[in-house]
């Protein structure tokens, strides 16, 4: 064996035993985009919570990035498309995506998945007490506050009254809740709708200048068929005693704010990022950033989905023993 060719591989040899002793790199995180909504609104309020919360934010196989957008239509095409891994919808968008039942939007948005319910958004609708409304049907011809043009408030106010027929038979007014309760208090509106927890300070705001009742819309829905045809919407009611002289409990409905995945994002990182939020500690974290996330705990995480879940939320709630 000539030199040059002995001298090659003892570089080579002493390279490879080299390479052997040297520390094997650390797999490559998962980036999760999250993707939240406007500034200020709930849906950031997540995406931000998220990133921040500490056992994620330290996590060897993940990295998350909380990202704005205008809410939920916009976070079911981006989570679809794959330019978000992660975001928050409401169950309805994910159910009507889905199905191709999208208003000016036929297209199926099937690679979203459900990961965990996050909050309930319901539905009230506010009349003065000696106004004779007692049904959503009574509003023919009345005026209504139906919400900002453009928000979830507006649209499902639009698919509701639409189901009950009066949609194009009513003033509507279109403005945000604050605006509407004062609208009320001055008399230039009969009725107001919101789709938002309670207590509702623009309800609270317009018991003060006048005796409330709230409509039982849960009695319309479920006598119009409204669940069976919209089967996204979950019962409930607003307890008695919520908002000043409303001393009975008024059933409604509401929307579901779920936390969903693309089906590309691997199981194990859904069953992390679960596994970390899901804790004392992890609903705790929660709670302080909004109060709207009191109602999130193990035993609600399964409810108000009606569409496929997520492999890895999947075998998370099953040790659960939620499914």
């Known amino acids: 064996m000539n030199i040059k060719r002995r001298s090659f591989l003892v570089a080579g040899s ?3 035993a080299a390479s052997m002793m040297m520390p094997v790199a650390a797999t490559a995180k998962d980036k999760i985009v999250f993707s939240g ?12 919570a998220m990133q ?35 975001g928050v919808v409401y169950s309805g968008h994910v159910y009507l995506g889905r199905n191709g039942q999208m208003k000016n939007d036929t297209r199926k948005y099937e690679d979203v998945l459900a990961v965990a319910w996050l909050y309930g958004a319901p539905a009230q609708l506010v009349v003065r007490k000696d106004s004779g409304i ?28 639409t189901h009950m027929g009066v949609w194009d038979k009513i003033e509507r007014n279109a403005m945000g809740y604050n605006d509407a309760a004062q609208a009320f208090g001055n008399n230039q509106l009969d009725a107001f709708w919101l789709f938002t927890a309670f207590p509702s300070g623009a309800v609270i705001m317009a018991a003060q200048t006048n005796d409330i009742e709230l409509i039982d ?15 996204y919407f979950g019962k409930l009611s607003v307890p008695p005693g919520t908002y000043r002289g409303v001393e009975s409990e008024t059933p ?3 929307d579901s704010a779920l936390w ?64």
């Not at 909504?37 to 931000?48: C, E, I, K, R, S």
């Not at 007692?134 to 009254?161: H, I, P, Q, W």
């Open 52 to 86: 921040v919360y500490d056992p994620i934010k330290k996590s060897a196989n993940i990295r998350v990035r909380a990202q704005s957008s205008a809410g939920s239509v916009e976070n079911l095409r981006k989570v679809n498309s794959g330019k978000a891994q992660m």
């Open 134 to 161: 007692k049904s959503t049907r009574d509003l023919v011809d009345k005026k209504v506050g139906v919400g900002n043009a453009g928000s979830g408030a507006f649209a499902n106010c639009e698919l509701f009254f």
């Open 252 to 254: 409604s409905f509401q």
């Open 260 to 323: 969903v995945a693309n089906s590309r994002v691997s199981d194990d990182s859904v069953y992390e990022m679960l596994s970390a939020i899901y804790t004392d500690e992890g609903l705790a974290h929660m709670k302080e950033q909004k109060k709207t996330f009191k109602h999130m705990s193990k035993e609600t995480g399964t409810q108000g989905v009606v569409t496929p879940w997520h492999p890895g939320a999947v075998k998370f709630w099953k040790e659960k023993g939620m499914m």
């Open 14 to 16: 002493a390279l490879l």
């Open 217 to 231: 819309l849960g009695k319309d829905a479920e006598d119009s068929g409204f669940y069976d045809q919209y089967p």
């Open 37 to 48: 909504g406007p500034a200020g609104g709930t849906f950031q309020v997540v995406a931000n």
